[in-house]
């Protein structure tokens, strides 16, 4: 199954508003499928959790504000946790839901090996090339 953009519905409930705007959801979206492209190409199934998350968090904090007061209340934000971007963890849970990574190995051991050995192999032992005494009659 391909991947299927969130709606700006989906956002809405994602982020828990009961009125969002469409414009505005729409276009954030489509800049989270973009930016989110560049790690991955195409999205995989299951991608909307990470473009949802990365338009929920710039739909939540345009400014990227990190502390604001407002009469006797205030709230600190962490630092840069406004605006379009993706963290760490959206970058490998998009390279996990495409299969790329974790560990991995290569084989560099051609189709058409032979396992036999290379050299030539002489079972009666080197007579004739040791001296006595090697351990050679």
Known sequence: MAFTPPTVEELGLF???DEIDGNRGDLLISKAIALCQTVIKPLPEGADAVVLSVAGRAYVNPQQVSYETIGPMSVQRPSGS???YLT????SALKSLAGRGGAFTVDPTPATADPSPTWPLDDAGFPDQFEPGWGYP
């Open 82 to 84: 406004g605006g379009l």
């Open 88 to 91: 760490k963890a959206d970058k």
């Open 15 to 17: 982020l828990d508003l």
